[in-house]
């Protein structure tokens, strides 16, 4: 059965609190190498049958209306995975 991933990430002008405090527990792990880190949501929406061009605009219109908060968040990818 296919599922449809959906991600979602904080907007970027927003402060993101939980990633902040991942990149300073890396820091003090002496892991430099990453300089920021951003936490989102990963929703997975599985499919009986064909994933259609209907069901993915539909999924969409799911992820904009309801998975996300758009004051706060953009969905930032959706693809098929089989």
């Not at 994933?51 to 959706?78: C, F, H, K, P, W």
């Amino acid at each position: 059965m296919p599922t449809i991933v959906v991600d979602v990430m904080p907007k970027a002008e927003l402060l993101d609190p939980q990633g902040k405090a991942v990149s300073g527990a890396l820091s003090r792990l002496g892991k430099d190498a990453f300089t920021d880190v951003r936490i989102g949501k990963r929703f997975e929406l599985t499919v009986e049958g064909e994933v259609t061009d209907e069901i993915l605009a539909e999924a969409r219109r799911i992820a904009d209306d309801i998975l996300s908060n758009s004051v706060i968040e953009d969905v930032v990818g959706i693809e098929v995975v089989e």
